[in-house]
């Protein structure tokens, strides 16, 4: 599988000709979505979920079909009838030819006075786990892990922590659309071999940057 980082909290994962999006919101390109055969949405905050960018994504394939939680999903399936799938945690699905896991309930807690929402993160084909907005663990080992590591509901304790707990092989900078190149040395160096948890290869890609997963 080859992944490729877009802005943000956006990846693509691409096998065999075909190519599968995450949380292509309004922190990342505007074509991020365009040429994918699936879509896959965490969440309804505007930095994870584009209106705009999802529509102009499946007009552009009529193939392309999109998997998310309710809240999404009742904002676009009108516009596209029976192209839009409404998935929650412990569902299994297969999406352009990948297998995917739904895992997650909730996004992380912001402030107590802010209502929390519905955040879903997906497996996919067993191996790299997108959580969107909140530390869920998956319950199984995963390879690699889109690291959200810097956002308003988290701290470096937390991120550190969660990495523990999943304990994957490798992580990958995920949700950094807000750091300026000084916090991008600072994350990089807490997270690196020379940080709390030095068995961990963690890697920024950059916008654009693409690596092969096995």
């Not at 080859?2 to 000709?17: D, S």
Request: contains cysteine.
């Amino acid at each position: 599988m080859k992944l490729t980082k877009q802005g943000h909290a956006c990846v693509r994962v691409e096998r065999h000709g075909r190519a599968l999006v995450i949380d292509p919101g309004g922190f990342t390109e505007p074509d991020a979505a365009v040429g994918a055969d699936a879509l896959l949405v965490t969440h309804e905050h505007p930095d994870h979920f584009d209106e705009g960018r999802l529509r102009a994504a499946l007009e552009a394939n009529p193939a392309a079909e999109v998997w998310t939680l309710r809240s999404v999903a009742d904002r676009i399936s009108t516009a596209f009838p029976g192209r839009v799938h409404t998935v929650g945690d412990g569902d299994t699905f297969t999406a352009a030819g990948f297998e995917v896991e739904v895992h997650g309930e909730l996004h992380a807690v912001i402030h107590p006075d802010i209502p929390r929402i519905t955040n879903v993160g997906y497996v996919v084909e067993g191996r790299l786990f997108h959580p969107g907005d909140a530390f869920t663990v998956p319950g199984r080992p995963v390879e690699s892990l889109m690291l959200p590591i810097h956002a308003p509901w988290s701290k470096i304790q937390e991120v550190l922590d969660y990495v523990r707990e999943v304990a994957p092989a490798r992580t990958f900078s995920l949700h950094d659309g807000l750091l300026s190149e000084n916090g991008f040395t600072v994350y990089d160096r807490l997270l690196g071999a020379g940080g709390p948890v030095p068995d961990v290869v963690h890697r920024r890609l950059l916008p654009g940057e693409s690596t092969e997963l096995g």
